[in-house]
């Protein structure tokens, strides 16, 4: 292909302004160069700054795609039935790993062992579309201590005391995550290339990952010079005392770079289990949890840690205390690097303090939480529920993203809930905190970029920028978003077409 290329198309830019045509060598923007080879597109086709997906777990998405999606299931026997299924075209010994479930979707029954009963002991385990609960096989109980609740989690029992199955939280992820084969470097390291494979066709360039240390050093590493994505990297090892040698040390580049830490403060709105200040409205006896650090009163003194190691402090906040909490630990931060992932709640007192802190929120969890959100917070407190405008409103710099794989990463999708407030039934929810088309643009180029440190430039079509851009099918500010979305026509990452639907 030619080094120089150009594009005769409408383009928006967040630091330029609207113009007419773009055009790059050698993988930066130029200004015309009349040597260059001509790409020609559909007509209605449009140019925007490469989309930034700003909080996603990369290798666990690639991972994902091998995984049994319960997502759309509807029914108890749904699940059961797929279950079967993936089962009976599975190697004896394999493990099942199934994720997506959402109990809203069937009337709220809880999933036990019962369900993945008559599988000849196949090793099931079923994660909850949020990660925050799974439910395993009796063959996987058999394998576990069930003997001891830890702290910030939960081990649900039946009416007579005994285990059904189903595990939330810290139960989840320190008892049941464990026992599960980990996936070797080279299943790995296939993950990463689907992953990227499986980004590049919804149109994103770059992303903000959640990962571990260990695949840092074994899986992106090796990389770093050849990843054909931008990728920010927030670690997910949380020991304390933090031991933050990866991050100081780790050499990245343009394609590869640590960015901070993360850390959770509570768990899930549909768990029951994000703090609140006051308790759930359909269970009274709850307020919810405050896990990890935030547990142990340790969370300012991590996030000043991080921020003196010249890394950015990521806290996953979804309840409103949650929220004050994240707020509190970064008092100190009056450099606006630390991130408060999530945000699904907040009150007006904290809203006014928002200004200019990185508000780091997933439009699809507002479409997939939209539906149970009346009954967990009751009517009177809605008016917290993803105040995307409230948030713009007060000076935030919004960050948008989708939790892949809880979620589909199509930021498309994850646009038109910003901008309609549709939920996934179809509803229109809070449409007074729905977005403009140029401002979620904005939350997934030149906010996201910025927030994650992204290569100056990126998030722009500026001239220099890195050639990180995505071609729409039409003009996202004047599209159709309920009925007509737009779709992605191309995908370019340093001036390399990763992608192309024409
Ligand atoms: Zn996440």
Redesign the pocket.
């Known amino acids: 292909m030619a080094q120089a290329v150009s594009m005769d198309v409408p383009v928006w830019c967040p630091a330029s302004g609207d113009r007419h045509g773009v055009h790059w060598s050698d993988g930066t923007i130029v200004d015309h160069d009349p040597g260059a080879q001509v790409i020609d597109l559909p007509a209605g086709a449009f140019a925007v700054p490469g989309l930034i997906d700003g ?3 990369l290798i666990l998405g690639g991972l994902g795609l091998e995984m049994l999606d319960l997502s759309t299931c509807t029914s108890r026997a749904e699940v059961e039935r797929r279950v079967r299924d993936r089962h009976a075209g599975l190697d004896a010994g394999r493990w099942l790993i199934a994720h997506g479930w959402n109990e809203d979707r069937w009337g709220g029954e809880q999933p036990t062992a019962s369900w993945f009963d008559g599988l000849d002991d196949r090793h099931v385990v079923a994660w909850r579309m949020d ?1 925050h609960a799974c439910v395993v096989s009796r063959s996987v109980m058999a394998r576990l201590d069930l003997s001891s609740t830890p702290d910030g989690g939960e081990i649900v029992r039946d009416g007579s005391g005994a285990p059904t199955g189903l595990l939330r939280e810290a139960a989840a992820w320190h008892i049941a995550k464990p026992a599960i084969p980990a996936p070797s470097v080279d299943e790995r390291r296939a993950a990463l290339d689907a992953a990227v494979r499986h980004l590049h066709a919804l149109g994103v360039t770059g992303v903000g990952s ?1 990962e571990y240390g260990i695949d840092l050093q074994h899986v992106l590493a090796p990389r770093r010079d050849d990843l054909p994505l931008r990728m920010a990297v927030t670690l997910l090892d949380r020991d304390w005392p933090l031991d933050v040698t990866p991050g100081v040390t780790f050499e990245g580049g343009d394609r590869l770079w640590v960015v901070g830490y ?1 850390s959770f403060v509570d768990g899930t709105l549909g768990s029951r289990t994000a703090r609140m200040h006051e308790p759930y409205a359909d269970e009274p006896s709850t307020r919810g949890l405050w896990t990890e650090l935030a547990a142990d009163g340790l969370l300012r003194d991590w996030a000043e840690h991080v921020l003196a190691n010249g890394l950015s402090p990521s806290m ?1 906040a979804i309840g409103d205390a949650a929220f004050t909490a994240a707020l509190d630990a970064l008092e100190r931060d009056d450099r606006r690097i630390g991130r408060i ?2 945000a699904q709640t907040a009150c007006r007192s904290d809203i006014a303090r928002c200004a200019d802190r990185i508000i780091s929120m997933q439009p699809l969890h507002k479409a997939d939480d939209a539906p149970s959100a009346p009954s967990r917070l009751g009517a009177s407190r809605m008016d917290r529920f993803f105040r995307f405008r409230d948030f713009a409103d007060a000076g935030a710099r919004l960050v948008f993203g989708s ?1 892949w794989p ?1 979620v589909t990463c199509c930021p498309l999708a994850g646009m038109r809930a910003a901008i309609t407030g549709i939920d996934r039934t179809g509803a229109i929810v809070a449409p007074e905190q729905s977005l403009t088309a140029s401002e979620a643009l904005l939350a997934y180029t030149l906010d996201a970029a910025k927030a994650l440190r992204f290569p100056e430039g990126c998030g722009t079509l500026q001239h220099g920028a890195p050639a990180d851009l995505t071609i729409l099918d039409r003009d996202p500010r004047t599209a159709d978003w309920v009925h007509a979305p737009p779709r992605v026509l191309m995908t370019v990452v340093a001036g390399e077409i990763v992608h192309r639907a024409i």
């Open positions: 909080h996603l777990h990660h959640m993360k996953h992932e999530h939790d809880i």
